[in-house]
Structure formats: C-alpha cells, structure tokens
C-alpha cells in the first residue's frame, strides 16, 4: 500500500496521519501532500501522479510553480526519472473559489473556431483566477464569450488555458476550447515547435546588435515569485530548466533600443530574465530592471506603468485541422507613444513603419 500523508498549512486536523486515503481539505489555505515513492524508473510527473492521486497535467502546473519538493530539493524537471523510496512534498494551493465564473468582460478575439480560440490581452489583465485575483480574469472573461465550451484538462480554475503571459505583458494567447484541441497544443508547446515573437523596448541597446541567450531559468532561491538565469553547467543548473532567445535589434532609441525576440522556448518571465541577463532589463520592468534615471521623466509623463513586453506574433499548426495558422497583433498604443517619444525626430516616419 502506498502511505501518503497530507496535512493542512494553516492547522487543520491531520487526518491522513490515520488513513490511507487522500485527505483534501477545503479552500482558501494550502494542502501539503507527503510521502515516499514506492518504485523507482518512472518519470517524476507520472511517479508523482500515482502517489498522490493529482493528475498528471496538475502535477506539472504545481512543478512549473515550484510547489513540489523531492528529497528536500524544489523539483523543476518533470522528465527526470525518480529512484525508489524519494521523499516528495506537494504543496497545493486552495482554491478560492472552488470555480472560475463567467463575467461579461470585453475580450479581443483576433480568431475563433469550435476547437480554439486565440485573444489579444491587454496589458493589466491577469490570465487566470489565483490568489489575489480571484476574478477578473481571462478566464473569466472567456467562461462567458465561449458559453462554458472550454477545454477541461486545465482544471476548473484555468479552463482551456495552454499557455499563459504576464499579467503586465500585452499580446496574443491561444486558448483551448476542447481537450483534443489542448492535448494538441501541449504537444506543439512542449517540443518548442509554436512561433512566437515578442516586442520589448529595453534599457540601452545590446551589443552586439542581435544574438542568442541561452541559460538555465530556475526559480529564485530567494524570492519564490522571481525567476533567475544560471549559466548551463554552472552549480545549481539542474534544478532549472533549459531556455533560448534569439534577439535582434529593430531600431535604437534614445537611451534605449526596440527589440525583437524569438522564443525557441516558453519559460516563465523568459524575455524579461533574459534580456536583464546580458544588462538590458525591459523598460517599466519593476521586478528585473531599474528604469534609468534619464528615462523616467518620460516614463512619469506618459503614464506607463508594465514592462515594456508584447506578443506581437504566434504561430502553430492548428490542432485539429492540422493546417498552419499564424496570427499577429499591433503594437498597443502605450507602447507606440514610448516608443515614438523615445526615437530621434527623423527616424519617427521609418519607425512607425516597423511597428505591426
């Protein structure tokens, strides 16, 4: 018999000191689930799953939001392959509430079909209901446009929701309507086979002009919220999880520059981790950079508050009809008016010009 225990974060009864079942408590305060896993050779996720009855899909959500600990180490690869008699500690958020209601919030929907549906948030718009944000939501928003009709495979707080960006980056986001359509999307986002483009504008200009940053991202062991770069083979790069952007320069600004980045893969806060890497943190950013000094007298005046960060571009190959789709977005008007007030007078018509 496989012995899992779970106690309540906030003091509740330790029930499962007693039973062999899952004990699952009620909402608003975190589960911790514990145990040891009984046969080795399995990848983690699956081992995981079959101990503490999660899902599958659930227990990389929880690995990907540092919530699972393996042998007293934060766990970040759900691949790697766990020996016997590993000690594990999942700790599962509340749910408050239990479910992601409807509301009748203005949605941007750049294309729709009965399998998906792809949307272009606006920047200050939170993805999905958690802590602190419990509704108004995309989530939300799409519960309502989409009647109910989305795919159930993300669990009753983020239906349909494949992917995800921040809640102060603006762009593009595909949403899955049907779990064949979310199944296919995985896949295409987990062999790094999905287009995406970003527009960010940064502190100063990268030299060189255009490259590629490769590195570990890992949570920070100081600040669970924040991401951290570690260089590949370095100390501590195992517990993170191999990331790539390949950037260009589009035009260089005064005291900043506008860049283009290509994702080769979707780590969280993956742009603003790696251009703060090589010293050139995103305009606005309040967690990775520090707006110079020269610039926020401009920052002040127009108001602009986010990082500087846009999906301008996503492509895949549509789940279920198995044909190419691509899609791209404008760059929002708060971004055109730093940029515009950021370039030389002269360069303002060609610069326009580049802007989508």
Same mark, same amino acid.
């Given at each position: 018999?496989?012995?899992?225990?779970?106690?309540?974060?906030?003091?509740?009864?330790?029930?499962?000191?007693?039973?062999?079942?899952?004990?699952?408590?009620?909402?608003?305060?975190?589960?911790?689930?514990?145990?040891?896993?009984?046969?080795?050779?399995?990848?983690?996720?699956?081992?995981?799953?079959?101990?503490?009855?999660?899902?599958?899909?659930?227990?990389?959500?929880?690995?990907?939001?540092?919530?699972?600990?393996?042998?007293?180490?934060?766990?970040?690869?759900?691949?790697?392959?766990?020996?016997?008699?590993?000690?594990?500690?999942?700790?599962?958020?509340?749910?408050?509430?239990?479910?992601?209601?409807?509301?009748?919030?203005?949605?941007?929907?750049?294309?729709?079909?009965?399998?998906?549906?792809?949307?272009?948030?606006?920047?200050?718009?939170?993805?999905?209901?958690? +802590?602190?944000?419990?509704?108004?939501? #995309?989530?939300?928003?799409?519960? =309502?446009?989409? %009647?109910?009709? &989305?795919?159930? /495979? @993300?669990?009753?707080?983020?239906?349909?929701?494949?992917?995800?960006?921040?809640?102060?980056?603006?762009?593009?986001?595909?949403?899955?309507?049907?779990?064949?359509?979310?199944?296919?999307?995985?896949?295409?986002?987990?062999?790094?086979?999905?287009?995406?483009?970003?527009?960010?504008?940064?502190?100063?200009?990268?030299?060189?002009?255009?490259?590629?940053?490769?590195?570990?991202?890992?949570?920070?062991?100081?600040?669970?919220?924040?991401?951290?770069?570690?260089?590949?083979?370095?100390?501590?790069?195992?517990?993170?999880?191999?990331?790539?952007?390949?950037?260009?320069?589009?035009?260089?600004?005064?005291? +900043?520059?506008?860049?283009?980045?290509? #994702?080769?893969?979707?780590?969280? =806060?993956?742009? %603003?981790?790696? &251009?703060?890497? /090589? @010293?050139?943190?995103?305009?606005?950013?309040?967690?990775?950079?520090?707006?110079?000094?020269?610039?926020?007298?401009?920052?002040?005046?127009?108001?602009?508050?986010?990082?500087?960060?846009?999906?301008?571009?996503?492509?895949?190959?549509?789940?279920?009809?198995?044909?190419?789709?691509?899609?791209?977005?404008?760059?929002?008007?708060?971004?055109?008016?730093?940029?515009?007030?950021?370039?030389?007078?002269?360069?303002?018509?060609?610069?326009?010009?580049?802007?989508?």
């Amino acid at each position: 018999m496989n012995w899992t225990r779970q106690r309540n974060v906030a003091g509740r009864e330790r029930l499962a000191d007693l039973l062999d079942i899952p004990i699952w408590t009620g909402m608003g305060a975190d589960t911790v689930i514990e145990g040891v896993i009984p046969t080795g050779g399995q990848r983690l996720d699956r081992a995981l799953a079959d101990a503490s009855g999660l899902s599958r899909e659930r227990v990389k959500a929880l690995i990907d939001d540092g919530r699972v600990e393996l042998g007293g180490k934060v766990a970040t690869q759900v691949s790697s392959k766990v020996a016997a008699g590993s000690a594990f500690v999942i700790r599962v958020p509340g749910a408050a509430p239990a479910e992601a209601v409807a509301q009748d919030i203005p949605l941007v929907v750049v294309y729709e079909d009965a399998d998906l549906i792809v949307v272009d948030k606006p920047a200050g718009l939170v993805v999905h209901p958690a +802590a602190g944000n419990l509704d108004g939501t #995309l989530v939300n928003a799409l519960l =309502h446009h989409c %009647r109910g009709q &989305l795919s159930g /495979i @993300g669990g009753v707080a983020r239906p349909g929701i494949v992917h995800r960006i921040d809640k102060d980056t603006s762009g593009l986001l595909v949403v899955a309507k049907t779990d064949v359509a979310h199944e296919g999307l995985s896949v295409q986002f987990a062999d790094h086979s999905i287009t995406r483009a970003y527009l960010a504008v940064t502190a100063g200009a990268p030299m060189p002009p255009s490259g590629t940053i490769r590195g570990v991202i890992a949570r920070s062991t100081h600040d669970r919220k924040k991401m951290a770069m570690i260089e590949e083979g370095r100390k501590g790069a195992s517990r993170g999880k191999h990331a790539v952007t390949h950037y260009r320069t589009l035009e260089r600004l005064e005291g +900043a520059a506008l860049i283009e980045c290509r #994702l080769e893969t979707g780590r969280t =806060h993956q742009v %603003r981790v790696h &251009l703060a890497s /090589i @010293g050139h943190s995103l305009l606005g950013d309040p967690v990775y950079g520090s707006t110079p000094s020269k610039l926020r007298p401009i920052l002040a005046r127009l108001d602009f508050r986010r990082q500087a960060l846009h999906a301008a571009e996503l492509g895949f190959i549509h789940p279920v009809s198995g044909e190419p789709v691509h899609f791209t977005s404008p760059t929002p008007v708060d971004m055109r008016e730093l940029i515009v007030e950021l370039c030389a007078a002269d360069d303002e018509v060609a610069l326009m010009a580049r802007l989508r």
